[in-house]
């Protein structure tokens, strides 16, 4: 049986056995207790594209609902300590670290998050939570300045959330 990171806990790649369900088709939580500690790291990256006159409203601290960035940063990291109570089956973890840092272009925000803990099973799974989340903070912070005259959003999306980097550090 697999753990999260796609690795058997033996030490081998074994991504055909399915990790969250057992033999009978139900459900289940993957058992960790018997791995090793070890120190990891995830780093998810995400963009939210908007219209240049957004964008410059977050430049300026001129969105009606206060500072855009800062709001977002703290709904990332509120995520990413939250994981295990919104994704089924994911393990409650000590996060040792959280780390955010947003790119400003002229028509979007490009947000990344690195998690670190030192435990039985990855940050991955906190660190995308992270960048979802901190980019749905941004949309609704500013999404009274990206509705067209229908009330509709034809500029904004989230695109491209990946993880963009896994690390794990044993010993």
């Known amino acids: 049986m697999s753990d999260r990171d796609g690795t058997d806990p ?10 969250h369900v057992d033999d009978d088709g ?5 058992d960790v207790g018997t791995k090793p500690d070890s120190r990891r790291r995830a780093v998810a990256r995400g963009t939210i594209h908007l219209t ?16 855009v960035l800062s709001t977002a940063r703290i709904g990332a990291i509120q995520a990413v300590k939250h994981t295990w109570e919104t994704i089924p089956m994911c393990h409650q973890i000590p996060v040792t670290n959280v780390d955010t840092e947003f ?3 002229d028509d979007d925000v490009t947000l990344s998050v690195a998690v670190e803990t030192t435990g039985k099973t990855g940050c991955e799974m906190e660190a995308l939570q ?4 901190g980019l749905n903070v941004v949309w609704d912070m500013v999404k009274a300045a990206e509705k067209d005259a229908e009330g509709q959003y034809p500029e904004t999306c ?3 959330v990946r993880v963009v980097e896994k ?4 010993g």
């Open 10 to 19: 033996d030490g081998g790649d074994d991504d055909t056995d399915l990790t």
């Open 26 to 30: 139900d459900a289940q939580m993957v």
């Open 52 to 67: 240049e006159p957004t964008v410059g409203a977050i430049h300026a601290d001129e969105i009606g609902k206060g500072d």
């Open 103 to 105: 790119e400003v272009g």
């Open 130 to 133: 992270g960048v979802t989340t």
């Open 158 to 160: 989230i695109s491209d």
């Open 167 to 170: 690390e794990k550090r044993t």
